[in-house]
């Protein structure tokens, strides 16, 4: 059975520095894709990046950057420049791309942008 | 595109009543999702659905049922509330396909069932 484990429940960074939240996985498949969900104090999901497990390359968008180890099975969010912002829980997930339609969520690390 | 809505936003039910939560997606997806958030906990698949009229048991099944009469509707029912169905509920679909697989999330539900 795939597992996703978040082992910081919470984290703190002063605003404009960077904070990586790490993540975990455990799976048996080839091919699958990992996601951070950032989660706000208004409760809605919000897509963070995505990345496939079969391409090398670490995915980035802006600030967001991940730092993808298929071998290690780790993949951390990287956040640069940390805004207030960004104050929120934080979700990794991973789905199979086999057919099993399900996603894997992590107890989520809540983030504390200080000003 | 309204995207993943569901009604109701919140909800206060006395331990045995019944509702219905509503989840409705405007974008076509095929695979929609029922889950429930607690603290500490993350969140766990209550129920999801890979069609129209199809169903599947997730992590956390009891005390729930669902029904997807229609693709863009994915209703989940509580038959007799209790206490421990305290929770915010989520709703959420998926096209589940090639470069396209990430979850849309509607904007969750409070229940409080006291």
């Known amino acids: 059975a795939q597992t996703v484990t978040q082992s910081q429940p919470e984290m703190s960074v002063q605003e404009a520095e960077t904070v990586t939240l790490s993540c975990t996985y455990d799976?048996?498949?080839?091919?699958?894709?990992l996601f951070w969900y950032k989660q706000p104090p208004s409760r809605q999901m919000i897509l963070v990046i995505r990345?496939?497990?079969?391409?090398?390359q670490n995915a980035t968008e802006n600030r967001f950057s991940v730092n993808f180890q298929k071998a290690a099975k780790s993949f951390s969010l990287k956040i640069s420049d940390s805004q207030l912002g960004d104050t929120a829980m934080y979700f990794c997930?991973?789905?199979?791309?086999?057919?099993?339609?399900?996603?894997?969520f992590g107890t989520g690390t809540r983030l504390k942008v200080l000003a | 595109n309204a995207g993943v809505t569901q009604t109701p936003k919140f909800r206060v039910l006395k331990t045995g009543q019944s509702m219905t939560l509503l989840c409705a997606q405007d974008?076509?997806?095929?695979?929609m999702y029922w889950y429930r958030q607690d603290p500490g906990m993350g969140l766990r698949l209550i129920h999801y659905?890979?069609?129209?009229?199809?169903?599947a048991k997730g992590e956390v099944p009891d005390g729930y049922n669902v029904s997807r009469l229609k693709k863009q509707n994915f209703l989940l029912g509580l038959e007799s509330a209790a206490p421990s169905q305290t929770s915010v509920y989520f709703c959420?679909?998926?096209?589940?396909?090639?470069?396209?697989?990430?979850?849309?999330f509607g904007p969750g539900t409070r229940l409080t069932v006291t």
């Open positions: 997930a991973f789905t199979s791309t086999s057919g099993t339609y399900k996603y894997i």
């Open positions: 799976t048996s498949e080839n091919n699958y894709y």
């Open positions: 659905s890979v069609g129209e009229g199809t169903t």
């Open positions: 990345q496939e497990a079969y391409k090398q």
């Open positions: 959420a679909s998926s096209y589940y396909q090639a470069g396209s697989y990430e979850q849309y």
């Open positions: 974008m076509n997806h095929e695979y």
